[in-house]
Each structure stands twice: as C-alpha cells, then as structure tokens.
C-alpha cells in the first residue's frame, strides 16, 4: 500500500452538550471521523466501539451549607480498529458524550467537544494508525446564592488502535 | 455540653445532633453560630475544591 495521506476529519468540527436537572440536550450533535484525505470510509470494515468516561459525584453533604449531591459523567466515544483492504487501524465516529445521574436545580454542565481538520498519523504507512486530537472544554455553573463557575479544557487522543490519552 | 464533633450528624432542622447513642440539642449559641457559618458563600475556589473532591480518574467503559 502505498503513502496513506494526512489523516482528515471529514465529519463534524464541534459537538456540544448541555446538561441541567431536567436531563441532556444535545445542542450540537454528531461524529467526527479520521480517514486519510480522498477516503471517505466507504469500504472500511471492523472496529470495536470503546467509551472513556471522567466521573464527578458528590454523595455527602461535602460542606455544612451545602448540601447539593450530583452525579454526571463525560466522555468519549469511538470506532476503532477500522481496517481498508485489511490494513491500517483507522478511527471513525468519534463523539462526546454526557450522561447525568442528578444534578441540583440551577446547576448546568456545559460540555464542548473540539475536532481539527485533521488527525495524526502513527505507525508506519503499510500499517497505518489514525490518531485524533480533541480538546474537551467542561463548565459547570451553579446558583447558589450567588453564581459559580468553574471550567476545565482537556486535551484528549484517541488512537485507532484503541489507545488513548487524556491529561489529569 | 460536650464539643460536638465537626463529622457529628445533624436533624435536618439543625436543633440535634446524633452522638451515636441518641440525638442531643444543640447548644443555641452553637447553633447560632452554624447559621451564620451556613450564610457563608460559596465561591469559586470553594466550588473548584468540591468538584476536585468528587471528579474521579479516567476510565475505559
């Protein structure tokens, strides 16, 4: 096989989620993808989905004047694995998920999802691993009398061959 | 009245609170003063600390 091109998100640049005591909203939706440029996937075979998931929950009524349980977990999902003609391990339908257990009134998680045009290649072109960067941008705000915010960007690597990387 | 122990469970309406045994009454002026440490506000750094408190580590699904 010969040199496989830069490996090129062909789907979607953003996902967002939003989420509040009510439940999920999806205001941004879709997969991104990380095929080499000129290759849409059609043909591709395999892949096994994988899901990595960052949890906060709060049980215990952490501070005598706050007593606000919640429980919510964000992720990321994605086709790994993906082989063309029985070779590379490509990467598709990549995505960020959020799922709430509870959440306080007046209480919002904000989860943003950022793809690039393109992904990174690893391995070797006979053998090529796909390899996408995207940066998690998470914000809750909290009305509790007065508002809070808080805000953590991340940027995360999930690969073709199932590996992946996201920064403590 | 004893010191009561910062982890000590509380009634709901905060006039008790569980030595283990039984429920005792709050001293007033200690329970005064929880009131007033309850109008403290919870700021941003109080926030950040009750997130890293709960956030967990990354993990495969």
């Known amino acids: 096989m010969g040199e ?24 941004q ?7 080499p440029m000129g290759y849409d996937g059609n043909g591709s075979s395999g892949g096994t989905f ?3 998931t960052k949890k906060w929950k709060q049980s215990s009524d952490w501070y005598d ?7 919510f977990t964000v ?12 070779n590379g391990h490509y990467i598709d339908q990549i995505t960020a998920t959020l799922e709430v257990g509870y959440l306080p009134i007046d209480f ?4 943003q999802a950022n793809f690039p045009t393109h992904g990174n290649k690893f391995g070797t072109d006979d053998d090529v691993i796909a390899g996408m960067p995207l940066t998690m941008s998470i914000t809750l705000d909290y009305m509790f009398g007065q508002a809070v915010s808080w805000r953590q960007q991340k940027n995360v690597v999930v690969l073709g061959d199932g590996t992946w990387t996201w920064p403590s | 009245m004893a010191d009561i122990p910062a982890d000590a469970p509380r009634s ?5 609170w569980w030595d283990g045994a039984q429920w005792q009454l ?3 002026a200690q329970h005064n003063g929880q009131q007033a440490a309850a109008q403290q506000p919870l700021t941003d750094d109080l926030f950040a600390n009750m997130l890293q408190a709960a956030e967990t580590d990354v993990a495969e699904a």
């Open chain 1, 29 to 35: 939706g879709g997969y991104a993808n990380g095929f």
């Open chain 1, 75 to 86: 992720g990321v999902s994605w086709l790994w694995g993906v082989h063309k003609d029985g």
């Open chain 1, 108 to 111: 919002t998680v904000d989860v």
């Open chain 1, 65 to 71: 004047f706050l007593n606000a349980d919640f429980d």
């Open chain 2, 12 to 16: 709901e309406d905060g006039h008790y």
């Open chain 2, 26 to 28: 709050v001293d007033q």
């Open chain 1, 4 to 27: 496989v091109a830069d490996i090129v998100n062909s789907g979607v640049a953003i996902i967002h989620l939003l989420a509040n005591h009510a439940g999920v909203q999806t205001v």
């Open chain 1, 50 to 52: 994988k899901q990595i």
